[in-house]
């Protein structure tokens, strides 16, 4: 925030309802915390929770909610009322913020858990605050995991850590004030809030922001504006894929003529599957820069803006950050090739789960956060293997990466997208289990499937259940939600 006050008059936002510079923000901030602090004159980390529509109004109050000197708690506005109840049971805020469209979704559950409501449009005639000197050491944020192997934890970032983490993809991206962004992603979700909206904001950049996801709108906004980046998730491209399919020939050169005038393009939050970012390069001319990262660590592993990007791989250590690969006892694997688990530490690495002191002494070993990813080096390159819990079939002795069984599958020509899981099996611990879905006007029998991938896989890698499906199930970020899918398999399958 002391940086944007350097960038005065420089657009910062674009949204549906305006254009405004870093001074039209910072002022909106500070009314907010006006709002907030009202008869204090420090919040003292108190919890905020706050329900904003993708806008600058979002980035006004999630800066305010700084600037009073309380933790900043966001809810996604489109998960159901249990979710946003858990959150805010979980979370204990003192306040609860709302835009009005949300009043109704809100109100009645800030009452019932004894916090504070405040509605967006009280700040709009607040006087400007004398304002408390924030600690860099305090607490800023809570962001929840997405809950795809457990109860979704609260993780709790510093205003260090957020720093740290943005100066990171400041120096690795090359981010510059001449930059501009279109933002499309949660704003949940680390990948949203630090990688896509306080990296441009930090370097004092243009971040125009949508209020959702609408493939035809992007293609609009690369095809009409001056951006220089675009972020997304695997999802989204694929669906941008699709768009340029339906598209004439005239308009396919056009989209992609302005996709290749960008400086970057970066995919995250989930796999990318190898057929995904070479239709991209065929489409735009870019190859995907692939990274990985995650809510307690921010980005770790990234591949570089200049130089190869690998396709399968996510790169390399990011500047400052300390990257490791851990076999079962804990020591560290020199050798490249061998699986173990990558553990991180360094001043982006968050200091606990927001009260559960035991979880987050298990998350870490001797200083290190334990990622519970596996990962294999390979040339100097990370490649992940997938999540420990989920992503690591143990079937007959032999441990299996589900991602590496996805890739092959879906070079099938039936197969338009799958999920592997491990399936409870008595006899083998897990059986490989594939949930497809077939290509329009395909079939496809697990006894094809096998026959077929025995050209492809080792025999212990073949899928031995099957089951099709119309749509994947995915949480918020478009990551698939692999415990939904194993429960799946509970019912009939091939």
């Known amino acids: 925030m002391q940086r944007a006050a350097g960038h005065h008059k420089r657009l910062a936002i674009i949204d549906g309802q305006g254009r405004y510079s870093y001074a039209d923000l910072l002022t909106a901030a500070q009314k907010v915390a006006s709002c907030l602090l009202t008869d204090k004159h420090d919040l003292g980390e108190a919890r905020v929770a706050f329900m904003v529509p993708p806008s600058f109004d979002y980035v006004a109050v999630q800066w305010g909610i700084w600037q009073a000197g309380g933790i900043a708690v966001p809810l996604c506005p489109s998960h159901p009322r249990p979710e946003i109840e858990y959150v805010i049971r979980d979370a204990t805020p003192q306040i609860v913020v709302s835009h009005p469209v949300f009043e109704n979704k809100l109100r009645p559950t800030a009452k019932s858990h004894n916090a504070g409501f405040l509605l967006t449009s009280a700040a709009a005639n607040t006087k400007e605050p004398s304002l408390p000197n924030v600690n860099v050491d305090g607490r800023a944020m809570i962001l929840y995991t997405s809950g795809t192997t457990s109860a979704p934890k609260g993780v709790v970032m510093t205003h260090q850590n957020i720093t740290a983490q943005i100066k990171t993809l400041i120096d690795a991206w090359e981010w510059t004030a001449d930059d501009h962004i279109v933002h499309v992603l949660p704003l949940h979700h680390t990948h949203g809030i630090v990688n896509t909206l306080l990296c441009p904001l930090w370097a004092g950049a243009t971040c125009e922001i949508l209020p959702k996801f609408d493939a035809e709108k992007v293609w609009d906004r690369f095809v009409n504006s001056d951006l220089t980046l675009f972020m997304a998730v695997p999802t989204i491209y694929v669906k941008l894929i699709a768009s340029w399919d339906k598209a004439t020939v ?128 390979e040339r100097g390159y990370y490649r992940i293997l997938g999540r420990s819990s989920v992503d690591i079939i143990k079937t007959g002795g032999y441990k299996v990466s589900a991602l590496e069984i996805e890739e092959a599958l879906r070079t099938h020509p039936a197969i338009k997208e799958c999920a592997v899981v491990g399936v409870d099996d008595r006899e083998w611990g897990e059986r490989v289990g594939a949930a497809v879905i077939p290509e329009a006007g395909s079939s496809l029998s697990l006894d094809d499937l096998r026959l077929w991938a025995k050209k492809e896989l080792a025999s212990y890698k073949i899928p031995t259940r099957l089951l099709l499906l119309d749509e994947l199930p995915r949480n918020a970020m478009g990551k698939v939600t692999k415990g939904e899918i194993k429960r799946l398999f509970e019912g009939p399958c091939l």
């Open 250 to 377: 005239e308009e396919q050169k056009r989209m992609s003529k302005a996709c290749a005038d960008l400086r970057l393009m970066v995919s995250g939050s989930a796999a990318l599957p190898v057929t995904v970012l070479e239709k991209w390069k065929a489409i735009t001319g870019h190859t995907l820069l692939e990274r990985y990262g995650m809510t307690e660590i921010g980005m770790v592993l990234s591949n570089p803006l200049h130089g190869e990007r690998r396709p399968g791989f996510v790169g390399v250590p990011l500047p400052g950050v300390k990257v490791r690969v851990v076999d079962e006892s804990g020591q560290e694997i020199k050798e490249e090739g061998r699986p173990g688990e990558i553990q991180v530490r360094g001043p982006i690495v968050f200091p606990e789960y927001w009260g559960k002191p035991e979880v987050t002494r298990k998350a870490f070993r001797n200083g290190w956060f334990c990622t519970g990813d596996a990962a294999v080096i």
